[in-house]
């Protein structure tokens, strides 16, 4: 598959795992959770661009950190 097409697919993906966290609200733990295992899974794939990697982890530690702080709440 062409390099670009790959980037393309995982921006699309990563874009929206993105907006949907961010349009969540905060205290929607569910949405969140369903965010954070939509990120994991994109990790998952063995031809995710290292950009998209590093782009992603940083978007599962802020979501981690949400998560942590609702449930002690």
Do not use: Q, W
């Not at 699309?12 to 205290?27: L, R, T």
């Not at 959770?33 to 290292?50: F, G, S, V």
Request: net charge neutral; with cysteine; glycine share 2%.
């Amino acid at each position: 598959m062409n390099s670009a097409l790959i980037d393309k697919s995982y921006t699309n993906e990563y874009n929206s795992i993105y907006k949907a966290c961010i349009d969540a609200d905060k205290d929607d733990e569910l949405t969140l959770r369903r965010c954070y295992m939509r990120a994991r899974a994109l990790l998952d794939e063995p031809t995710i661009p290292l950009y998209h990697r590093i782009k992603t982890l940083l978007l599962l530690a802020a979501m981690v950190g949400m998560l942590s702080f609702l449930s002690h709440v």
